[in-house]
């Protein structure tokens, strides 16, 4: 599967969740204290993120 989540620690210690396509990395969270933090953030974008409204920010 080309898509997937990976959970990484950051140089501060802290857990993050990153959305990748192939090698690349599409976007990531802020860093979290506990592994479970950021998988709650990884469930949380599956949940709502196929209804997540676009907002355009470019049109004046």
């Given at each position: 599967?080309?898509?997937?989540?990976?959970?990484?620690?950051?140089k501060?210690?802290?857990?993050?969740?990153?959305?990748?396509?192939?090698?690349?990395?599409?976007?990531?969270?802020?860093?979290?204290?506990?592994?479970?933090?950021?998988?709650?953030?990884?469930d949380?974008?599956?949940?709502?993120?196929?209804e997540?409204?676009?907002?355009?920010?470019?049109?004046?």
């Amino acid at each position: 599967m080309a898509h997937r989540f990976e959970i990484r620690k950051n140089k501060a210690g802290e857990f993050v969740a990153y959305f990748c396509y192939n090698a690349e990395t599409m976007f990531w969270t802020e860093g979290y204290s506990s592994k479970a933090s950021a998988q709650n953030a990884i469930d949380s974008i599956k949940k709502n993120g196929p209804e997540a409204e676009v907002v355009d920010k470019t049109v004046e």
